[in-house]
T-cell receptor, first 113, second 114 residues
Framework: GAGVSQTPSNKVTEKGKYVELRCDPI?????LYWYRQSLGQGPEFLIY????????DSGLPNDRFFAVRPEGSVSTLKIQRTERGDSAMYLC???????????FGPGTRLTVL | GDSVTQMEGPVTLSEEAFLTINCTYT??????LFWYVQYPGEGLQLLLK?????DKGSNKGFEATYRKETTSFHLEKGSVQVSDSAVYFC?????????????FGKGTLLTVNP
C-alpha cells in the first residue's frame, strides 16, 4: 500500500485477555516504530525495530508488552493480561532508514473493559 | 529528561486569520525539532522540521524557527484555511541521545471556520 496500515482499527477486549495489534509498514522501510497515545496526551515511544531486531525497546511499560518483526516487514505488538490502563491509541510508523518517521499509520484504538 | 510544552487548545480561527501555536522544549544537547499534523481520520504526518539553531522549517505555508536562546519552536501561518483544521503536535528528537525517539507535546486542536 501507499502508507502505513494498522489492523484492527478498533479493538475492544476484557481485562486479562491477550491482544495482538498489527502494523504493515511502507514497503522497503527498514525502520519501524511503535508509539502509544493516551487520551489528551501526545504519543509516547514504545519500541524501535531496525530490520528484524528490536534496536530499542526502552519504552515498553512492562513485560506484558512484547513486539516482533520476524521478516523485517510486518510487526505485531502483543499485550498479555490486558489492564484498563492499557486503553489507548497504538500508533505505528516506518522510515526508510533510522531516523524520525515522516508518516504514521492511522492507529489501533484499544479499549480494555 | 526531554519534554515539550505546547499551547493548549482548542484554537478556533476564521479563515484567513493569522495562526501561532506556541511550543517550548527542555532537552539536553542539541535536539532536532518537528511539527506533526493529524488531519481528521488520518495518521500523524511530518509537517516541518529544523535540525539546528536559527534554522527555519517551512511547508504548506507554515513556518517555525528553531530558537535556542528561548528554547522555542513556534508554529505560524499567515492565512489559515478551513483545510488546516487538524491537531498539531510539536516534538523533538536527539536531545538526550537517540535521533529516532520522538518526544511529543500534548497536541493543539485547530478549527478554522469559513
Amino acid at each position: 500500500g501507499a502508507g502505513v496500515s494498522q489492523t484492527p482499527s478498533n479493538k475492544v477486549t476484557e481485562k486479562g485477555k491477550y491482544v495482538e495489534l498489527r502494523c504493515d509498514p511502507i514497503s522497503g522501510h527498514t525502520a519501524l516504530y511503535w508509539y502509544r497515545q493516551s487520551l489528551g496526551q501526545g504519543p509516547e515511544f514504545l519500541i524501535y525495530f531496525q530490520g528484524t531486531g528490536a534496536a530499542d525497546d526502552s519504552g515498553l511499560p512492562n513485560d506484558r508488552f512484547f513486539a516482533v518483526r520476524p521478516e523485517g516487514s510486518v510487526s505485531t505488538l502483543k499485550i498479555q493480561r490486558t489492564e484498563r490502563g492499557d486503553s489507548a491509541m497504538y500508533l505505528c510508523a516506518s522510515s526508510l532508514n533510522q531516523g524520525t518517521p515522516g508518516f504514521f499509520g492511522p492507529g489501533t484504538r484499544l479499549t480494555v473493559l | 529528561g526531554d519534554s515539550v510544552t505546547q499551547m493548549e487548545g482548542p484554537v478556533t480561527l476564521s479563515e484567513e486569520a493569522f495562526l501561532t501555536i506556541n511550543c517550548t522544549y527542555t532537552a539536553t544537547g542539541y535536539p532536532s525539532l518537528f511539527w506533526y499534523v493529524q488531519y481528521p481520520g488520518e495518521g500523524l504526518q511530518l509537517l516541518l522540521k529544523a535540525t539546528k539553531a536559527d534554522d527555519k522549517g517551512s511547508n504548506k505555508g507554515f513556518e517555525a524557527t528553531y530558537r535556542k536562546e528561548t528554547t522555542s519552536f513556534h508554529l505560524e501561518k499567515g492565512s489559515v484555511q478551513v483545510s488546516d483544521s487538524a491537531v498539531y503536535f510539536c516534538a523533538l528528537s536527539g536531545g538526550g541521545g537517540s535521533n529516532y525517539k520522538l518526544t511529543f507535546g500534548k497536541g493543539t486542536l485547530l478549527t478554522v471556520n469559513p
